[in-house]
């Protein structure tokens, strides 16, 4: 009798050990801004919605074959890197001088781990660049060339700048020096958000940042609380706007916060974030997923590239208001 008990016991503990709920999900952005039905051909419609979905169904199909959420994010961003239509990776836009500078960073929400690089010129995809500084080194945020001197330590190939260069974004650099605006306030960036099924989430965002950018102008997305965070007691947000007003509001922490201080329901919290934003001048939107599996898409543009999918089969990618 004793002896059963003792058996009880031990699976007991092996069970709660092994806390699983089977259920997770995924979040995505390609960036917010002046998005709107009239600009868009049905053929660029098509696009975009294909790219998310590939994306999407990349990261989903890590989770669902028992995969960590940080490895569903990273190569959900990597689809979204390695397209021209996104601002990030291959389709970031151009400085004022046509070079391509890049920035990204992400967060695991179990340890509250982090990395980030800045003013990244010659790495294919800067969020596997911002995993390894989480992973392997003793930093959080690596900038310029000595983050890409960190990258040829750990095996990483560096590519020429030109590589990046791309006519629609050549194009839209000349167009804006024409108009002679300091930069151009359309805020592409691509972010994901991940729950696995262990309930680990994590968060990881990238970006081109802003054509016509100077002075290596630097936004929200390295910036950890501001363009990304994660803590698996609250929820993960991947930010994409203007990314002055995001540092500014800390953005990402800032929705974290109101779940662990005020109990605000994930929803709620990220309305308040966005309104603080849009009464300093700001505009743009997050997503996230808490800790709950509810998820957010919210923003106060007029679209943003944007899609989610859940293991109980809820799923959607839309682009408009
Ligand atoms: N949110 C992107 C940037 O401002 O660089």
């Not at 397209?83 to 695991?108: C, H, Q, W």
């Not at 309930?199 to 929200?220: A, C, H, Q, V």
Request: one cysteine or more; aromatic letters at 8%; charged letters at 25%.
């Amino acid at each position: 009798m004793k002896l059963l008990v003792y058996y009880f016991l031990i699976i007991l503990t092996l069970n709660s050990c092994n806390k699983k709920n089977n259920h997770f999900a995924i979040v995505v952005h390609g960036g917010a801004g002046t998005i709107l039905k009239d600009n868009m051909t049905n053929e660029m419609e098509k696009a975009y919605k294909q790219k998310l979905e590939e994306a999407l169904n990349v990261g989903y199909s890590i989770l669902k074959q028992n995969g960590k959420s940080v490895d569903a994010v990273e190569a959900t961003i990597k689809i979204l890197e390695d397209s021209e239509l996104f601002n990030a990776g291959k389709g970031s836009v151009l400085s004022n001088n046509e070079e391509v500078e890049m920035d990204a960073s992400i967060m695991t929400g179990d340890n509250l781990n982090a990395g980030a690089v800045s003013g990244i010129k010659k790495i294919k995809n800067p969020i596997t660049l911002a995993r390894k500084v989480m992973e392997e080194s003793e930093h959080v945020f690596l900038s310029g060339s000595g983050a890409e001197d960190f990258a040829v330590s750990k095996g990483f190939k560096l590519i020429d700048n030109s590589n990046f260069i791309t006519n629609n974004r050549l194009n839209s650099l000349k167009n804006i020096k024409k108009r002679e605006s300091n930069t151009d306030n359309k805020f592409g960036t691509v972010g994901c958000v991940a729950i696995d099924k262990n309930g680990n989430i994590t968060s990881g965002t990238s970006t081109g940042g802003m054509t016509n950018k100077k002075w290596n102008r630097i936004g929200d997305v390295p910036i950890i609380g501001a363009g990304t965070y994660a803590n698996n007691q609250t929820c993960g947000i991947s930010s994409t706007g203007w990314g002055e007003y995001f540092i500014r509001n800390v953005v990402a922490y800032d929705i974290s916060a109101q779940i662990e201080y005020n109990k605000k329901s994930i929803k709620n919290a990220a309305k308040n974030t966005l309104k603080k934003v849009k009464e300093l001048g700001g505009s743009g939107g997050v997503i996230g997923i808490d800790k709950n599996l509810n998820i957010i898409m919210d923003f106060n543009t007029e679209g943003m590239y944007r899609g989610y999918k859940k293991s109980n089969g809820d799923t959607a990618i839309e682009i408009y208001k």
